[in-house]
């Protein structure tokens, strides 16, 4: 973002209003790859279990992402909110469901990943959200912190 600052704005104003915008941002991002909606669809990795072998006790098929049986792999994926250390701003979406890496590299039975799959559902999303985020900042310090142009 290309700004031009008059001296009548206040640095700590725009200085929270970048650190809010961006975690606001990060946030989102970290919600979407964990599987959120976009525009009604959903997208991420909560989106690309199939569907097809629910309560059957059947696997999926090698190659694909895990059928959904009680659910609880796909209901696991959770984020942490965005924290702060030293410079870095660091947010995370995961699991902690011990068979997710199993199924994911094929430890012990056929692979079925299901990680690069939801990311990449995600991703769209999240090149939006971030192509926002500098109009965004943008307007905030026009109405915040003084005018910018």
Same mark, same amino acid.
């Given at each position: 973002?290309?700004?031009? %600052?008059?001296?009548?704005?206040?640095?700590? /104003?725009?200085?929270?209003?970048?650190?809010? $915008? *961006? =975690?606001?941002?990060?946030? @989102?991002?970290?919600?979407?790859? #964990? +599987?959120?909606?976009?525009?009604? $669809?959903? /997208?991420? *990795?909560?989106?690309?279990?199939?569907?097809?072998?629910?309560?059957? +006790?059947? &696997?999926?098929?090698?190659?694909?992402? &895990?059928?959904?049986?009680?659910? !609880?792999?796909?209901?696991?994926?959770? !984020?942490?909110? =965005?924290?702060? $250390?030293?410079? !870095?701003?660091? /947010?995370? #979406?995961? =699991?902690? /469901?011990?068979?997710? @890496?199993?199924? $994911?590299?094929?430890?012990? =039975?056929?692979?079925?990943?299901?990680?690069?799959?939801? *990311?990449?559902?995600? !991703?769209?999303?999240?090149?939006? %959200?971030?192509?926002?985020?500098?109009?965004? *900042?943008?307007?905030?310090?026009?109405?915040?912190? +003084? &005018?910018?142009?």
């Amino acid at each position: 973002m290309k700004a031009i %600052i008059y001296d009548n704005f206040d640095a700590d /104003v725009v200085a929270k209003i970048f650190a809010q $915008e *961006i =975690t606001r941002t990060l946030n @989102m991002a970290a919600e979407a790859i #964990a +599987g959120g909606a976009s525009g009604g $669809e959903a /997208v991420g *990795i909560r989106s690309v279990f199939s569907h097809d072998s629910k309560g059957s +006790g059947k &696997p999926s098929p090698k190659g694909t992402p &895990p059928g959904v049986d009680t659910g !609880t792999l796909r209901r696991s994926f959770r !984020t942490r909110p =965005t924290r702060r $250390e030293g410079e !870095t701003i660091r /947010v995370s #979406a995961g =699991t902690d /469901v011990n068979y997710a @890496m199993k199924h $994911e590299f094929g430890i012990g =039975t056929p692979q079925r990943p299901f990680m690069v799959q939801g *990311i990449s559902s995600a !991703t769209p999303y999240i090149d939006r %959200i971030f192509s926002a985020l500098g109009p965004r *900042i943008k307007i905030r310090c026009q109405n915040e912190a +003084g &005018p910018v142009s």
